[in-house]
């Protein structure tokens, strides 16, 4: 157990000895690793840090404003947000194969960070929000075999860009980095985030990636995280669900929860009319390592309100479905 005030004076005085005058660029994504490491550089170097948000357009309803108002305006953080969706999806259409679309994302995701860092030549860092399990992954990974899916990450920019690796939380588990980023004042909402896949909705709409799905999928999965943040979790405590403490809501008692857009068309009735749009299937699940994970039992009038919503609000779906599979055999994400 460490005492964090001290640890944050630490790792801001290695920051400094680390870096000296020298300027540094961070991918920022909005994820908890990623966004502390972000405040805990800044903390250390203020203004030498310059942050890069790339929009791919498969983010979440208003990712890139939360990010902006929290490091941008809160926190006085240099931030570049780019939106690079026109060219994500150009090169995401026509491909249906979840692996090929994962790799011309971070093939993409790449493309845009390197030329924006071309354009900060006086950097001379890349900050990483790589964490202690991460490093132990990938030094696995030649053991494993395969990897079962390829997962989401910016390795060979460094090389290509002749930057010096900034890594400040390699040795933290994820606990301590939420820790850390609540003592540094991001807030707790934040910090105890679901995880989201780099891929973001490129993985959650089955199939061919287009605009007008990932504009459908961003409002369904907006309303199920509200009603999931806005409902009370009155059951017994879930065993090694990490919400910093004990879940208030059903969103809290959930290790992750999203929509994801099956593109294809049901027959509805509204009013006294026929209706033929798409449907979205609701994802909940508990876990303690994401290796196994159980579907969450949320309440039917939960759901129901969230189907409710989800079909008045959401013009285009008309049907809402739930998903309960276990992993194994299913994975978290259906992609
Ligand atoms: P699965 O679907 O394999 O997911 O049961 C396990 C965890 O991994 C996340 N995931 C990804 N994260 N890039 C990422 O950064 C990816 O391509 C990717 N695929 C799955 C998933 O959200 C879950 O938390």
């Known amino acids: ?139 696995g990974k030649g053991k494993k075999g395969q990897t079962i899916k390829s997962h989401h990450n910016v390795g060979g920019l460094p090389e290509t860009l002749n930057l010096k690796l900034l890594e400040p939380l390699r040795e933290l588990f994820k606990d301590e980095v939420r820790k850390l980023g609540v003592a540094l004042g991001l807030p707790h909402d934040m910090v105890y985030r679901h995880p989201f896949p780099g891929p973001g909705l490129g993985v959650r709409i089955l199939g061919e990636v287009k605009r007008e799905y990932a504009d459908l999928l961003r409002e369904a999965d907006a309303i199920f995280i509200e009603e999931l943040r806005k409902t009370p979790f009155e059951a017994p405590m879930v065993p090694g669900i990490d919400a910093g403490k004990a879940p208030v809501n059903w969103y809290e008692a959930t290790s992750q929860a999203f929509a994801v857009f099956l593109p294809v068309k049901s027959v509805g009735v509204m009013g006294d009319g026929r209706t033929y749009e798409y449907v979205v299937a609701l994802r909940a699940v508990q876990t303690l390592d994401f290796m196994t994970a159980q579907w969450a039992h949320l309440p039917h009038s939960l759901l129901g309100t969230v189907s409710n919503r989800i079909i008045n609000e959401v013009r285009g779906l008309n049907r809402v479905v739930y998903d309960i599979s276990g992993k194994p055999p299913a994975t978290i994400e259906w992609e």
């Open 1 to 139: 157990d460490w005492n964090m005030p001290d640890y944050i004076s630490e790792a801001v005085e290695k920051i400094r000895a680390q870096v000296g005058s020298d300027e540094v660029i961070l991918g920022l994504s909005g994820g908890v690793d990623s966004s502390v490491a972000a405040a805990l550089i800044h903390r250390a170097i203020g203004d030498q840090l310059t942050c890069v948000f790339v929009d791919h357009g498969l983010l979440r309803k208003d990712e890139g404003k939360m990010v902006m108002d929290m490091f941008s305006k809160n926190l006085g953080v240099k931030v570049v947000n780019i939106d690079a969706s026109e060219q994500f999806m150009g090169h995401l259409a026509g491909v249906t194969d979840p692996e090929q679309k994962r790799k011309i994302i971070g093939r993409e995701f790449v493309e845009v960070f390197q030329e924006q860092a071309k354009k900060q030549s006086k950097a001379r860092w890349l900050a990483q929000g790589t964490i202690y399990p991460d490093v132990i992954e990938s030094a």
